[in-house]
């Protein structure tokens, strides 16, 4: 919880600019990662999720939780954006590929090595214009 109030507080222009708000829910777990490492994966994710939201919608919500299951900590991070197409699913942990006209291409990619070599997982899931990236990390 304290990683993603640093990340709100980062965040906090582009959220007011797009009136998102990010709610955490069940955040008071630990990990084992490096909190600088975890920080960066969280600030691209939410801010993808951000840069995902029309100006002119209201409701627009990023909610972060954390389940314990066995010996892994799973992060989810889920926004009500519209939610990503089937062909950019498949391109989107792709080193340059993006959907946006001042994207890199590269902050998901960078994102899933990070998270993999802290022995965790990342992966996404889009439907009915929500999208969840799931983060599996050990806990600590």
Known sequence: ETIINEVKELLIKPLKM???EVIVENGDVTVTM??????QV???IIKNAIDAFKLEN???E???S???ENEFVKILIEDNGGGISDEVMKHLFTPYFTTKEDGTGIGLYISQLLIEDMGGK????SKNGKTTFKISLKRG
């Open 58 to 60: 209201s409701g627009n």
């Open 42 to 44: 969280l600030l691209n």
């Open 34 to 39: 490096d909190k600088d490492t975890l920080r």
């Open 18 to 20: 797009k009136d998102v």
């Open 62 to 64: 990023i909610i972060v």
């Open 66 to 68: 954390a389940v314990e």
């Open 122 to 125: 990342i992966s996404v899931d």
